[in-house]
């Protein structure tokens, strides 16, 4: 039986079962404000700041010991140490790249509360930031500024990996191809952190997708489903996406099955169809799923539930 974890961003770090992504706070309008270049970079920017104040917050939360006492590698915060440099460079390098048009910091809150909780989160936000690039980097016009997504989008994977595979021991890749995120999954998943930002901050194009709860038939709120059983869902549609492949099933009797074609790191949707799940048609979201493997491509029949419980 292929066994998936559901995780969200919030209880990766928190004492809860559930594996319910809150709705995100509309911390930018929802107007229709235009998608060009500027609104773009000032979006990767916004998770910039956002992960830039992740690490640090952490770094100067736990210490050496800290780090090494709650069981990672002695190396272990060296390498954030690297990572928070490499967030603070990505935001000064966007920030000079608008000027005056680049969005400012805003104020988070991060539930973490030890530095193995940090690290699973790191995890999932590293994996966040990689998807929202590759989503975003078609849009982009100006050959210049692509280049400068790709470099950042190359080490924001590097991250990814390393966060996943030596630090948390879970899967480093999800297959031969990441997968991109729409610009609202993206903010979704990473407003919630967010508390409040500057008035004067640019609007950008985006909003927050209201909550989507997937629950088990029995247990009500559940750390784990398998691949092939049936969960509760209210909606027409749940969309999986992995890698550049999305599987649409339909919510029958108000349950959908499982897809069994999983690899590595997931997100489901709740859309209005199923021919699309774009900005337009997403209804609900998002939900981060694991389905781990082992070094051999095979499904792991003891995987380490990436959930709350492992982290506290």
């Keep these: 039986m292929k066994t998936t974890s559901i995780l969200t961003c919030a209880s990766l770090a928190a004492a809860a079962s559930a594996f319910v992504i809150p709705q995100a706070r509309d911390t930018a309008s929802n107007s229709s404000s235009t998608i060009n270049d500027t609104a773009i970079l000032n979006l990767a920017l916004t998770l910039e700041h ?29 390498r954030f140490e690297q990572i928070a440099a490499h967030e603070q460079a990505h935001v000064q390098l966007l920030s ?39 989503g975003a980097a078609q849009y982009l016009t100006n050959k210049d500024y692509i280049s400068t997504a790709a470099a950042i989008l190359a080490t924001e994977a590097r ?16 297959g031969p191809y990441e997968t991109p995120l729409t610009f609202d999954s993206a903010y979704t998943l990473g407003a919630q952190f967010i508390t409040s930002c500057p008035s004067s901050n640019p609007s950008l194009p985006v909003k927050s997708f209201p909550s989507l709860t997937l629950s088990n038939t029995t247990l009500g709120q559940v750390s784990e489903v398998t691949a092939g059983n049936n969960v509760t869902v ?20 108000g349950q959908i099955t499982i897809p069994s074609n999983g690899m ?11 021919s699309s799940a774009d900005d337009s048609t997403i209804t609900a979201g998002v939900v981060v799923m694991q389905f781990p493997y082992d070094s051999t491509g095979g499904i792991e029949s003891n995987a380490r539930m990436l959930m709350a419980e492992d982290m506290m």
């Design 50 to 78: 956002l992960e830039s104040a992740f690490y640090s917050g952490a770094l100067s939360s736990f210490t050496a010991d800290d780090f090494t006492n709650d069981g990672l590698p002695v190396w272990a915060r060296g």
């Design 159 to 174: 991250h990814a990996s390393w966060i996943a595979g030596p630090v948390n021991k879970a899967n480093p890749w999800s």
């Design 264 to 274: 590595g790191t997931a997100y489901a949707v709740l859309t209005s169809g199923n």
């Design 234 to 253: 209210e909606g027409q549609y749940v969309a999986f996406f992995s890698g550049l492949s999305t599987t649409f099933v339909q919510v029958q009797n």
């Design 96 to 134: 000079n790249t608008l000027g005056a048009s680049a969005t400012q910091a805003c104020n988070y809150s991060f539930p973490y509360t030890s530095p193995s909780s940090f690290a699973a989160l790191a995890q999932v936000l590293s994996g966040v930031g990689v998807a929202a690039y590759a």
